[in-house]
């Protein structure tokens, strides 16, 4: 299960970060965590896979995740040792894929805008508290909606699917 | 309470109640997978406990992207995607005998009105023109639906789009969807329905509509929906693979707002790097030169598509300084394109044609692209490195303006090549 409280630098970036930059699709013949990590942003920002750290945040703008319904997209990022993605908003396929894969995201457009990169973050997941180590500001994260807390409950999508096999 | 297309559609493959926003469990009449998202699918499907996909007729894998085998990983993948389609029963076709999935399975009657179609990709939207209800996800949702037969989907808010007036014969779908996107933005529709209306759909070829309902993702949609009309039943008849029974939006159907769009005044489109939504007229971009010029893709392999350009190319021959790659988007329309001679006209203009294949649209194979080159592509997203270098540019164009622009060397209106 995730770490109720988490902590890391931000890396912070713009609207519509999409999945390409996320993770090019010249890599995807694999779908090999630890073979995906090291490209992941690799033609948006080149110094992210060698230099980002375990429990490290992503922090972007609108509509990231944009473009293909590569999981590969959320894999890469999890397998860098991110502990979290804050957005001020989602595109819907990267949503529903972090989700079933347990990557845990975050809906916050203010904590976008005001968040540097470099600052040291302090995230309760379960609470949806971002503090900004740093600067010194807090933010509440919208909680995840009602219906996802089944999938949530069971681990993400896999066990899930497995219990409701078991039901039937 | 009256509907539109994407509620009724989810009502009637659902118990529970259909509202803007709700959260319903339903029914899933289609679900596949493709070479790179399969694989992954199988794995998560085994991981499951899933034993066998809920019907093998409904369930399908596209070896698209990489294929023809490009390496040795892809030929794996490829390899992993046969042997579990062989397992199940699930339905799969081989090379030679298929095409880029989302041209491939409404040809084959895979994809039918008033369906919910899903698919591991996130063009699966393109079926919105059959009067389906598609749209993509990721592998582990796809393995999800093949064990269960259901998933969940959330009932999405709905745009209606008015198309208004009589587009010019200069005019496709890709040039009015450009402009909708270049009007509401990259993700003026995140999360909702397209609702295409308006007396100008009639206008509209169904390899139009197929080109329209593609790209509403590029504006955040779940789906782009044209209510079925003569053309999509006949379309829909005529190659069927399952009985269907087509829905309408209830007349006085609640939309979340309208955006109306003249197609009588809409002039040949073109996007710039790097967003779908950057949209410009052609003539504005005319001092743009390009290195390659690739027709093809979902979007745009279709063969009205193929055929517009050769119209075009006919006895004329590509620029010297650009290279044409013609890939027709299926082998049906592979065959049409034999026959009809189209072919011919592209090899005597000096063009490449390739085999059905994803290709060089998402940076895959066979017209990669280098550092400092620009493109004039029919495909759907023009995101930095998406068919090669990060510093490579590609504009997002209509069969017609690639085909001007692979004469001249430069970005063009059609109107402007005499």
């Not at chain 1, 804050?86 to 529903?96: H, L, M, Q, W």
Request: charged letters at 25%.
């Amino acid at each position: 299960m995730t770490k109720r409280i988490t902590s890391g630098r931000a890396w912070v970036y713009g609207d519509n970060v999409d999945t390409d930059a996320i993770i090019p699709a010249r890599y995807l013949s694999t779908s090999v965590p630890e073979e995906l990590a090291p490209h992941c942003m690799e033609d948006a920002d080149s110094s992210f896979a060698s230099s980002v750290r375990v429990g490290d945040v992503i922090v972007a703008g609108a509509n990231f995740g944009c473009g293909s319904s590569r999981e590969h997209a959320p894999i890469a990022i999890k397998a860098n040792g991110v502990s979290c993605v804050i957005a001020a908003s989602y595109a819907r396929i990267f949503y529903r894929n972090a989700i079933n894969i347990g990557l845990p995201i975050l809906e916050c457009p203010e904590a976008g805008a005001a968040i540097n990169s470099g600052d040291e973050l302090e995230i309760d997941l379960a609470a949806g508290k971002i503090t900004d180590r740093t600067n010194g500001k807090i933010f509440d994260a919208a909680p995840p909606p009602e219906f996802l807390r089944g999938i949530f409950a069971s681990g993400g999508l896999v066990p899930y699917v497995r219990e409701r096999l078991a039901d039937k | 309470m009256p509907r539109t297309m994407a509620e009724a559609i989810i009502a009637s493959h659902t118990k529970d109640a259909v509202s803007p926003g709700s959260v319903c469990q339903v029914r899933v009449d289609f679900a596949f997978a493709n070479d790179i998202t399969g694989p992954p699918a199988v794995e998560e499907f085994k991981k499951m406990g899933a034993r066998r996909v809920f019907d093998p007729e409904r369930c399908a894998i596209i070896i698209d992207h990489f294929t023809p085998n490009k390496d040795i990983a892809s030929a794996e993948q490829a390899k992993r995607a046969r042997a579990f389609a062989r397992e199940q029963g699930l339905k799969f076709w081989e090379v030679g005998r298929l095409g880029v999935e989302h041209a491939f399975i409404p040809e084959t009657g895979n994809a039918l009105p008033g369906e919910i179609v899903l698919g591991a990709d996130s063009h699966t939207c393109t079926y919105g023109a059959l009067g389906a209800l598609g749209t993509g996800m990721g592998q582990t949702d796809i393995a999800a639906v093949w064990a269960l037969g259901e998933t969940w989907l959330r009932t999405p808010e709905t745009i209606k789009v008015a198309l208004r007036g009589r587009p010019s014969e200069w005019i496709s779908g890709k040039d009015l969807i450009i402009h909708l996107i270049g009007m509401i933005g990259v993700e003026g529709a995140r999360y909702m329905s397209l609702e295409f209306h308006g007396e100008a759909v009639a206008e509209f070829s169904m390899d139009d509509r197929f080109t329209i309902s593609n790209m509403a993702i590029e504006a955040g949609a779940k789906c782009g929906i044209f209510v079925p009309d003569e053309k999509t039943l006949a379309y829909a008849a005529a190659r069927k693979s399952r009985d269907f029974t087509p829905i309408y939006p209830d007349r006085d159907a609640k939309y979340f707002r309208t955006a109306e769009i003249d197609a009588g005044a809409v002039e040949p489109t073109v996007a710039l790097p790097h967003l779908p939504g950057n949209a410009r007229t052609a003539r504005e971009c005319s001092s743009l030169e390009i290195d390659q010029v690739f027709i093809g893709s979902c979007t745009n392999g279709r063969a009205s598509d193929i055929e517009t350009a050769a119209d075009i190319l006919r006895g004329r021959k590509v620029h010297d300084r650009v290279r044409l790659m013609v890939i027709p988007a299926s082998y049906e329309v592979y065959n049409e394109a034999l026959d009809r001679g189209w072919i011919k006209i592209f090899a005597e203009a000096g063009a490449s044609v390739c085999t059905p294949t994803c290709g060089p649209c998402m940076g895959g194979h066979l017209g990669i692209l280098a550092e400092g080159e620009r493109c004039v592509s029919t495909s759907n997203r023009n995101f930095v490195g998406r068919m090669g270098h990060k510093n490579s540019e590609i504009i997002l164009a209509s069969p017609k303006v690639a085909a001007a622009s692979a004469l001249t060397g430069r970005v063009t209106d059609p109107r402007d090549i005499g």
